[in-house]
């Protein structure tokens, strides 16, 4: 059987940490940031746990 590739948008917005979670980036923290209060934008600069819902299609789309 072929290898199974990992999907080139999801390995792009989504990361594993040490213990298996997944994590992603909050909305809007991309640009256009002279738009935004600078305590918003500080709060979307970390990044979050991804959803229980979306766990088990984002480890499908990375090949967990």
């Not at 792009?12 to 040490?18: C, D, I, P, Q, S």
């Not at 940031?33 to 991804?50: C, G, I, K, P, T």
């Amino acid at each position: 059987m072929p290898k199974m590739k990992t999907h080139s948008g999801a390995k792009k917005r989504f990361r594993v940490t040490g213990s298996g979670k997944l994590m992603r980036q909050r909305a809007r923290h991309v640009h256009k940031f002279q738009e935004r209060r600078a305590s918003q934008a500080r709060r979307l600069v970390n990044d979050v746990v991804l959803a229980p819902a979306d766990v088990r299609k984002v480890k499908k789309m990375l090949g967990l």
